[in-house]
């Protein structure tokens, strides 16, 4: 995420949640390239078999953001916590229509794998499990829930996270244990 100039993105931002279109057009390109490469990322590790492409992702995710009208951008790390969030609902609406096609539900797997912390190492899950994971994580904290969807639906290193939520790189690598722990507890076992 350094190529995008925090000042610069945090101006447009607020100049587009003031109404400006020139704003959003100068802000598309900047964001654009940072949200294909978060989502090639996460579809990576999802399995072949699955329908969702990158630029079916990102235009949903592009329409979904431009569509969020009651909200007031604060800043870059704002933008990023609300893509990787509008990234993880668009994922579970799409695992849950495919497992509503298929006869008896049928659940949309993706692999938690090693480049993402292993909190399964190489298993798959269930994105509707994960989902309900995350928001019963949010409920106990919710700082917790964030920092996991910013790393796995968000693709963001630790690095990048840690910019994101304004904490040290540390603080997220305790963070992250934490959450994996408990993921690990909460997730069904296949």
């Known amino acids: 995420m350094a190529a995008i100039r925090p000042q610069g993105l945090t101006e447009l931002l607020i100049q587009w949640s003031n109404g400006n279109r020139d704003a959003l057009d100068e802000l598309v390109p900047l964001v654009d390239s940072e949200l294909r490469r978060l989502v090639r990322t996460f579809l990576r590790r999802r399995q072949p078999h699955q329908s969702l492409q990158t630029d079916s992702l990102i ?3 592009f329409v979904r953001l431009i569509d969020q009208k009651q909200i007031r951008w604060v ?14 609902n668009i994922l579970v ?63 963001l ?34």
């Open 157 to 190: 290193t630790i690095e990048e996270t840690a910019e994101v939520v304004g904490v040290s790189t540390a603080t997220v690598e305790r963070r992250w244990k934490t959450a994996k722990i408990w993921l690990r507890h909460e997730l069904p076992r296949s």
């Open 93 to 155: 609406d799409h695992a849950r229509k495919r497992g509503a096609a298929k006869r008896g539900g049928g659940a949309v797997k993706v692999t938690f794998d090693e480049a993402i912390g292993g909190i399964h190492q190489q298993k798959e899950l269930d994105l509707i499990a994960l989902d309900e994971a995350l928001t019963s994580l949010a409920q106990v904290d919710p700082s917790l829930s964030q920092l996991v969807e910013l790393r796995f639906f968000g693709g």
């Open 59 to 61: 235009n949903e995710a």
């Open 75 to 88: 800043n870059r790390a704002h933008f990023f916590g609300i893509a990787a969030r509008t990234m993880r």
